[in-house]
């Protein structure tokens, strides 16, 4: 069976050591009456206290806690709140009290208990300055040319377009490689394993033509976009396929 408000409970009083019957009613005052917090149910900051229900009597008991029910854009007037506090959200909390003669608002209780006042990005990142809905970006990383030619203050840190495919560092690729893909470790390797085995090789590092009784222009040596070197002999010279093409002699 519940508790009446008429029933009794024993005390002591730690005073004159005397004992004392307390009325359940008397004792549900006095807890109200003190500093402790007391949830009393969910409000609707959008409306009078009036409309609320139950309805809640104004002014509040010092502690009164109550859960807000939905997002509140405009508080009414009947609600005195706190300095500077005009909105409240879902599941905030709203406390009397009695000391400010106003209603303290706790934000928590879900992702929709606090708002987002500002953002500030730091370099690489940007953020379009939108507090409630920001949109943050990263600049792409460049050449320190490339940033003095854009002029922005943004210097050369950010992120990578992105990475570098075996086609973009194949030596017999047409054209040149992007200059926005960077590359890899493993791309890396096996070009420092090539150029590792040609020194170890022994190999020539250098080709041009000349010598002791070497006919000029007998040798052809051309290099291609990727380095490639290529060596020939002139057929002019040496291995003439139609006397007719040679120049006539004059002397």
Known sequence: MPLQNSDLLLVQSQVDSKQYKL??????????????????????????????????????????????????????????????????????????????????????????????????????LESDGNPLTPVISICEARTAIAADVAGDGKGTAGSVARLAEDADVDPNTAGLGSSTAVVTADLLKETNQTVAALVSSGGATTIEEGGTDIVTGALDITTGLANNVTIGVNEATFCPYSFSLLTDITE
């Open 23 to 124: 009325r359940i009613d008397s004792l549900d005052t006095y807890l109200e009456s003190t500093s402790g917090v007391k949830f009393k149910g969910s409000v609707d900051l959008n409306s009078s206290a009036s409309a609320q229900t139950p309805v809640v009597t104004l002014p509040a008991t010092n502690g009164d806690l109550y859960i807000v029910e939905s997002n509140t854009n405009s508080i009414n007037s009947d609600w005195i709140m706190e300095p500077s506090v005009t909105t409240a959200r879902a599941d905030n909390r709203i406390v009397w009290n009695d000391d400010n003669g106003n209603w303290n608002l706790i934000t928590g209780g879900s992702s929709s208990g606090g708002t987002v006042t500002d953002i500030t990005a730091t370099l690489p």
